[in-house]
């Protein structure tokens, strides 16, 4: 993924020792320009000459290797151009159905069977050249490897962040089936991680679902800005040939084009974004994770053994471990946006091969966060709640205080006098003596000259101090019920936006398709 040589606007310089008009090369061998091998390119492919050919840096600047993820985005990238130059007759018909048929080649051969080259777009089009002579050369006519890489990157990235939004959505689908299970099932809640006040496993979930949801959001928004088309921006000042940037844009799947064309080649913000977005998911992620290692310390739920482990010398030992790894991955993830942030902050426009090292912090970020968030999704849905245990400790540490003193405020006392005569029970035994000396004490009267005792002992209660939170959004089972509808509804409105996104690239990748088989 490296930037353009100087001529590289138009067709690629032809090799000195090849003849250019398809005949007998001018060095006198016997070989033809069609069956041109890599020694006759020589180990530099079509871009680097002479001075620029070797040196103990060669190594440092290649990134053939890496650049595996991208060829077959690559070889789409070439295609769609090859059939734009020939609709718009920049080279012949026959031409562009020998370079398409070459690249099919190409792909049949696969990544491991490229020339060397600097990147794996000089190495496919120097493979291009093998096999069909100089000719090969004008695939690259009308554009800059500038251009060409930032369409290669965008290509591929779509395909990854669809990937990574599904397991969203799948994660989401697992949180709501579990609240759907658990509307009633009581369990603590704890704010600093003391029990603070009673909820629902429903409303945990739920919580859980609605930050996963934004997370979705935020992927699809990154989405639209990645899908749009930088190929015809060339080097970075556009070309003086007649092409159409509209039209490989909808051969590739793009909905439009990235207008200025040194933006179009130099711009990487797309891949800062989607970093962000998927570290973003990744610290929901990690939450989750620590909720639910700290939830099965405390016996209140059971990992499936799918993703448990056990130790090497304690046999009774049931660990977490997948879910460390979960929430391991927001640090990975958080790293990523800083390298990135750091790779490309201050970079002047246009082109920098500093922007060779960027991809690589978006392509390790999405294949960690999304493998975390399938991980997380299947752990949430194979769990097992311990509905004794979480009712049994829904009330621990006087979690339901704060609803003794909200029906004391209720019913005309002062709310701070209220928070102060609970605090005083707390200390005494939080139950209804407790309760009943701190009003002597505070109020000097009986608490029930202000509130039944019905009413209070139905306070303490957990089951019905959830119940009694009834507020939009709040934990009761009928509160919970439009929180739960509201969750599906935003699920299924997310999957058919997914679906309609996945069909509209296979759409593009057969309309593609079937413009090359007209030509081969």
Known sequence: MTEESAHGDGAVEPDPTIATDGGEPTDGTDDEAGERSSSALGSDGVVRRDRFSGGPARSFLSSLAADRRIFEADLEVDRAHTVMLAERDIIGDDVAGEILTALDAIEVDGHGSLPDGEDVHEAIETAVIERIGAEGGKMHTARSR??????????????????????????????IDVADDHRETIMPGYTHLQPAQPTTVAHWALAYEGAV???TERLLAAYGRINESPL?????????????????????????????SMDAASSRDFLLETTQALSTHATTLSGLAEDVIIFANRGFVDLAD???????????????????????????????????????????RAYNRDLQRATTHAWETVDAVTEASEVAAGAVATADWD???????????????????????????????AHELVA?????????????????????????????????????????????????????????????????ESLATDADDLAALTDALEAAHERLRSEVNGYV
């Open 232 to 260: 015809g921006g060339a080097a970075f000042a556009g070309t003086t040939f007649d092409i159409d940037r509209e039209r490989t844009a909808d051969l590739l799947g793009f909905e439009g084009v990235v207008e200025n």
């Open 424 to 488: 005083i029970a707390a200390e005494g035994g939080a139950d209804y003596d407790a309760l009943e000396a701190a009003a002597q004490e505070v109020l000097g009267e009986s608490l029930e000259a202000h509130v039944e005792r019905e009413a209070v002992e139905a306070a303490l209660d957990p089951v019905e101090s959830v119940a009694s939170r009834d507020s939009q959004g709040g934990p009761a089972p009928e509160a919970v019920a439009p929180q739960l509808e509201a969750a599906r």
């Open 146 to 175: 500038n251009d060409e890489v930032a369409a290669c990157i965008r290509y591929r990235l779509r395909e990854d962040v669809l990937e990574a939004i599904e397991t969203t959505l799948a994660l989401r689908e697992s949180l």
């Open 387 to 417: 509905e004794e245990t979480l009712a049994a400790e829904a009330g621990e540490g006087f979690s339901t205080a704060t609803g003794v003193a909200d029906l004391l405020a209720a019913n005309g006392l002062p709310f701070r006098t």
């Open 306 to 348: 799918d993703y448990s482990s056990t130790s090497s010398i304690m046999p009774q030992k049931k660990n977490p471990d997948t879910l460390e790894l979960v929430r391991a991955v927001a640090g990975d993830a958080a790293g990523g946006v800083q390298g990135l942030t750091t790779t490309l902050k201050g970079l002047p």
């Open 213 to 215: 949801r934004r997370d």
